[in-house]
């Protein structure tokens, strides 16, 4: 990985990395040997806390668990100290049975006895659950040169002291404990000869084998036990210096690149066969994974027992010593018949052309003059900037052993040591430059050795060489004396540390400095850009990262090493197609030396005749200092990662999906995730409930499939009441869930719920994803049946193992990757228009009513005919049109001797169209998408028309043709005049001084300030309203004059959707240039606008949080009168004497009337609006009317989501009642007679 390559090395941005951190060791094995190391070599600490990611605050959620022993103040784990207890094990004498025991058996039966424990015994049955280090380390070794049949003799002439000391006693047969494996059993049942254990424990200073009395067996071991323990711990340090020596002597020193070499050293022509290359190994691998699967385990083997050693193939990698060596030069260089080649190599490099042949150049540079260490140096900078780290690291420190003082060797070394992990010797080669170049900060004789470290010890290295580098920095921190070196210097320790800011901090400074020319550094420039861009990348700010690397390539194009961290940083924002441009980007540098130089190398040896291309074919093939590391990211991040999530992402990014609505939890999270680096807005609910709903209502507003994501089994359950609302209102919906692995179907999985047959009796369509190859197909399928026909909801099954399922093969990655969004595009649904001899009967009927009812706009105007919105269906046409009858509904609908009903359903809302509220006469022409709704209730069959209601519009203006209505003054005159004369003078009637306000003075108020505001609202205001008085009343005060401008409870009449439909309506109205439906986007926001009443508030008011974290700055109206319908009382002593009565359940109604609280009652005057400004918006709670006007203009202005908790007249005594209820007849209350 190169340094700073992007946040897939993060710890904060990669799962896998974060892991490997923990376990890691240093690699400079051979220059600083750690000690107190795990098994593999792998480390036992960690850089710093926050690489141990969610870990650390489980554990210290653990350690601060009440009743445990009183701990004293945190201390550093004592690492020593586990080895020294191991010891005590691993090279105690071995044990026998005391005299007693031995009694009871003869030799031959002794013997027999060991020899069935010993074979018949599995090999896990009484081992411990673990393997020791030397174990894993032989086993490491054989696993690299084949499992010998039997032991090695040397392996049996020299066991290990922390194997070959500990003999289990008789009576801890079965029993495992750490660091105990049986001794005739290596790891992974590799048996090994027995040996003798008084040998080694004596040769190391053990003490004599001791024999326990049977009598005072207790008192005699815990005479051992506190043994001289300085004594055993100069022995146990021993028997580890002497195995670690063994380990280091067990790794090869080199590791064989013939594999590698071979697999590149075919040349390739055109792009393609780059792509080609990795396919090929991929399939190599996956043929090796199937050959894994013929491994056979002993029955007696504790699978469990190995968890912890998963995916050590990876580690072992770690393992392996660095290559490092002699520097590889290229055969048949075609610069070693040039004059000079170092000067042709820089002249390549100042003009920013190809790394691979100024690296040549060099090359042949060197070879001519072996001490030219300007050479060297210039061959390890072209070598890191063309991603071969580990040729970069031959070159430089070839250089030093020229000149040890070589200030460009030392920094480029120390950042090169960094990119491939060996830590402490970045750190010491950080101190020899500053030795070199501020000797008076720190005098060379003072720099660290070349020594053995612990973990410690290298922490307090980098720690010092830190200091010293801030000091060095304090001699010049800022003008024309700064140093950039030194700032670079001390963004690598930061960034060692993973103090990402500093580091940023660091090479911005030195960048500033090199960019104003006060420095003589411009050829550095794009190296600092690099790695102020990857330190970026690595902190998790991807983004700004790709800034960065642009700069830098668009100082120097071949700039290959940003070439590939931009690759990467494309990886990590999801950009998979763009990453893998950036990656054969790179991949085509390293051989573009064929074709770009193949001119300038002719020009170099003399002209065109003077060299055969096949000759200069191989002059300029490159095949020593190959780069894999292109390769290795290539294929692990394009191919492997194309998972489930991935996937389901971009189907829903290419159907033009801008925006998902959702609750994430396992497994689902990784589908927001990969949605959100897409681009598509993820908007995260409280609850799944309110989630639905915005996503159903999103659908009605923009006129395409709202989305919505959530967990399975409890999640698809609260996502229901969406579902239920949605398919009553006609909405489109698709809803994506996860649900348990296919596996585990049957099992009692987590959170398992047979979803697909729950749900296909709600839903237009239920289907369940069972591959990834299914995943594109079925999404667009329920994308597509959710909109088309009439709109409802529509579902898909989205299993665990799916989602995060893996597209390995390479026909899976081309098929799955990327299919073509022109593919996957869904069209507007298709419309029709209607029966053109329905058209003409319509028609005529309209002209020969006395009374027709009608919605829509052109047919109004053209036409004068009267008509009467359904609640959502409020402006289109606006409420102050001439034509408008809602003030007289009731009169409209009795009257009516022809209606035409265009998209509305004659359900409750319209009384079924059925009398008394409707003539019983009347002829009622239904216009629907749907043939099933034709004839439904008092609909005539005959007289339906199935179509599109733009199309049957226009189909019945021109056979109308220019004929007009002439209104009947007698219907015209018969209005609802009482309703709306009682309405106006509550509405203008002042508030009594102490009294609380009535429902419709507090609305007149609220509209009087919004029309002065908005200048008579216009388009201006979109307005959300439920509660069953709250909504009613405002319905009929507040005007609206565009469509889909007015959301209400809907025909499901459901309550709690008012937070979710604010939600909706901003995404919909006020996202940005690119988040919502180019239909329904304003050239300027709308201001959202929520009547509630406080019961209806209640069910989603936990959303407030979601409002104010995407700040939405709604103005939200909480009509308070403490109870459904109405209230309980007028002063708060009054409510607590019923709270008292109910709390002693005193509640029996007697002569004085009802006590206690009843059903309807809610706390009294509750504080709504703090919900508010705890989550950072305003709250205003409103008592008078100068109040309620002051808070409106506030909120309205507000740019954070706002509440104002009106206090209303709770309404005492009144009648509970449904105006639809028993077709409008009220029941006659009992009178008394005269």
């Known amino acids: 990985m190169s340094f700073l390559g992007g946040a897939e090395c993060s710890t904060a941005g990669n799962p896998l990395t974060q892991f490997t951190k923990h376990v890691q060791d240093d690699k400079s094995l051979q220059r600083d040997r750690l000690v107190g190391r795990g098994p593999g070599g792998m480390q036992e600490g960690m850089r710093s806390r926050g690489m141990m990611g969610g870990q650390d605050q489980m554990m210290d959620e653990f350690s601060q668990q009440p009743g445990q022993l009183p701990g004293a103040s945190p201390q550093p784990f004592a690492m020593e100290q586990l080895r020294r207890e191991l010891d005590q094990f691993q090279n105690a004498p071995p044990r026998t049975g005391s005299p007693g025991w031995a009694a009871e058996f003869d030799a031959g039966e002794h013997a027999r006895m060991e020899a069935a424990f010993n074979g018949s015994q599995g090999p896990m049955m009484n081992a411990p659950a673990g393997f020791n280090p030397a174990e894993f380390a032989r086993f490491q070794q054989q696993s690299r040169t084949g499992m010998p049949q039997a032991a090695h003799p040397s392996v049996a002439s020299a066991p290990s002291p922390m194997l070959a000391g500990y003999q289990r006693p008789m009576g801890y047969m079965g029993i495992g404990g750490m660091g105990m494996m049986h001794q005739n059993f290596g790891p992974m049942a590799m048996q090994q000869q027995q040996q003798p254990a008084e040998a080694v424990t004596q040769d190391k200073g053990k003490g004599r084998m001791v024999e326990l009395d049977d009598e005072n067996w207790e008192a005699q071991f815990a005479e051992m036990e506190t043994a001289d323990t300085q004594t055993l711990d100069d022995a146990a340090n021993a028997a580890m210096e002497a195995e670690l020596n063994e380990l280091d002597r067990s790794v090869p020193t080199t590791t064989s690149t013939t594999t590698t070499t071979t697999a590149i050293e075919e040349s390739f022509d055109a792009f393609e066969n780059v792509w080609q290359r990795v396919q090929a190994e991929a399939a190599v691998n996956r043929k090796l994974a199937e050959g894994e699967t013929d491994f056979n385990i002993d029955e007696n083997l504790h699978m469990g027992d190995m968890g912890d050693w998963d995916g050590f ?46 690296a040549l150049a060099f090359e042949a540079a060197v070879q001519k003059d072996p001490q030219h260490v300007q050479a060297w140096t210039m061959l390890g900078t072209a070598q890191a900037q063309n991603e071969k ?23 480029g070394l120390a950042v090169s040591y960094t990119n491939e992990g060996y830590d402490s010797t970045a750190y010491r080669t950080l101190e020899r430059w500053l030795s070199v170049k501020y000797p008076q900060i720190i005098n060379p004789k003072d720099v660290s050795e070349d020594a053995d470290l612990g973990f410690t010890d290298r922490q307090l290295l980098h ?85 960065a690397y642009e700069q830098a390539l668009n100082i120097n194009p071949n700039f290959v090493r940003a070439r590939y961290n931009l690759g990467v940083s494309c990886i990590n924002i999801g950009c998979y ?297 409020k402006g289109v046409l606006s409420d102050s049109h001439a034509r408008n009858v809602s003030s007289a509904r009731s009169a409209a609908l009795k009257h009516a001797d022809v209606v035409l009903v265009l998209g509305a359903r004659l359900n409750w809302i319209l009384h079924f169209g059925e009398a008394p509220k409707w003539s019983p006469t009347a002829k009622i022409i239904q216009v629907d998408l749907c043939a099933e709704e034709i004839g439904r209730n008092a609909g005539a069959a005959e007289l339906g028309i199935v179509g599109d209601i733009s199309l049957v519009v226009d189909q019945l203006v021109a056979a109308l043709a220019n004929w007009r209505y002439a209104p009947v003054a007698s219907i015209g005159g018969a ?85 979710g439909y604010i939600a909706a309506a901003h995404e919909a109205y006020n996202a940005m240039p690119g988040a919502a439906s180019g239909a329904c986007s304003p050239s300027k926001p709308k201001k959202i606008v929520a009547f509630e009443g406080d019961s209806a508030f209640g069910f989603s008011a936990m959303e407030i949080e979601t409002l104010a974290r995407y700040r939405i700055p709604a103005l939200i109206f909480v009509v308070n009168n403490s109870g459904i319908y109405h209230g309980d009382t007028t002063s708060a002593a009054e409510w607590t004497t019923l709270q008292d009565q109910t709390a002693r359940n005193d509640t029996k109604a007697s002569g004085e009337g009802t006590r206690g609280l009843r059903s309807t009652s809610l706390l009294y005057e509750t504080r709504y609006e703090m919900l508010a400004t705890m989550c950072g918006g305003r709250g205003f709670f409103v008592r008078t009317e100068e109040e309620l006007v002051e808070a409106t203009r506030q909120g309205f202005a507000s740019e954070q989501v706002t509440v104002v908790n009106v206090i209303v007249e709770p309404g005492i005594g009144k009648k509970i009642g449904f105006a639809w209820q028993n077709n409008g007849e009220r029941e006659r209350e009992p009178q008394a007679k005269l």
Request: glycine letters at 8%; one cysteine or more.
């Open 577 to 873: 197609p763009e990453a893998a441009q950036h990656l054969l980007g790179a991949l085509s540098m390293h051989r573009v030396v064929e074709q770009e130089g193949r001119e300038r190398a002719r020009e170099i040896i003399g002209g065109e005749g003077g060299i055969a291309d096949e000759q200069l074919e191989r002059m300029l093939h490159v095949s020593q200092n190959q780069s894999t590391n292109l390769y290795d990211t290539l294929r692990r991040k394009i191919m492997a990662a194309v998972t489930g999530a991935q996937i389901i992402a971009r189907t829903l990014r290419d159907l033009g999906v801008t925006v998902i609505f959702g609750i994430v939890g396992i497994p689902v999270v990784e589908i927001a995730e990969e949605a959100i680096n897409l681009g598509i807005r993820f908007v995260a609910f409280r609850n799944e409930q309110a989630c639905s709903y915005a996503a159903s209502v999103y659908g009605y507003m923009t006129g395409q499939p709202g989305v919505c994501l959530v967990v399975g089994g409890p999640g698809v359950l609260h996502t229901l009441a969406g579902i239920g609302n949605a398919t009553a209102n006609n909405f489109p919906l698709l809803v994506l869930a996860g649900s348990a692995e296919t596996t585990a179907i049957t099992k009692g999985a987590f959170q398992e719920l047979d979803a697909i047959s729950f749900l296909t009796p709600h839903t237009k369509l239920a289907v369940r994803a069972s591959s990834l190859d299914f995943i594109p197909g079925a999404v667009k399928n329920a994308y597509r049946t959710c909109w088309y026909g009439r709109p409802g909801p529509t579902f898909v099954d989205l299993p665990a193992d799916i989602i995060q399922g893996r597209a390995t093969a390479a026909a899976d990655y081309h098929r799955l990757l990327l299919p073509p969004p022109e593919t996957m595009r869904v069209p507007a649904p298709p419309k029709a228009s209607g029966d053109p001899a329905l058209i003409l009967k319509a028609a005529q009927l309209l002209k020969t009513a006395q009374a027709p009812l009608l919605v829509l706009r052109q047919l109004v105007d053209r036409t004068g005919l009267p008509f009467l919105p359904t609640p959502m269906g």
């Open 975 to 1059: 209005s609802d005049k009482t309703f709306l004369d009682t309405a106006a003078q509550a509405a203008n009637r002042p508030t009594p001084k102490d009294a609380p306000m009535t429902y419709q003075r507090a609305f007149h108020l609220i509209k009087s300030t919004l029309d002065e505001l908005t200048h008579k609202a216009g388009s201006d205001v979109v307005y959300v309203s439920e509660g069953a008085n709250t909504m009613d009343i405002s319905r009929s005060i507040f005007s609206v004059d565009h469509p889909r401008q007015r959301l209400d409870a809907g025909t499901y009449a459901t309550m709690g959707v008012g937070m």
């Open 389 to 411: 780290e580990l040729p970069a690291i031959r070159a430089l420190e070839q250089a030093l052993k020229i000149d040890a003082g070589n200030l460009d060797a030392l920094m």
């Open 463 to 547: 720690d010092r060489v830190t200091d010293l580098f801030i000091q060095a920095a304090q001699l010049s921190p800022s003008g024309e004396q700064m140093d950039p070196d030194v700032q670079v210097g001390l963004g690598v320790l930061f960034y060692c540390a993973e103090e990402y800011d500093k580091a940023v901090d660091c090479f911005s400074a030195a960048l500033a400095s090199t960019e104003s020319g006060t420095t003589n550094q411009q050829e550095q420039l794009h190296l600092l850009w690099n790695r102020l861009g990857a330190t970026l990348a690595n902190s998790g700010r991807s983004e700004e990262a790709i800034e």
């Open 313 to 358: 193939e990876t580690l072992n990698t770690r393992f392996r010593n660095p290559q490092l060596g002699e520097y590889l030069f290229e055969e048949d260089n075609v610069f070693q018949s040039v004059n000079n080649p170092f000067e042709e190599g820089v002249k390549i490099m100042r003009e920013g052309g190809n790394l691979s042949l100024a």
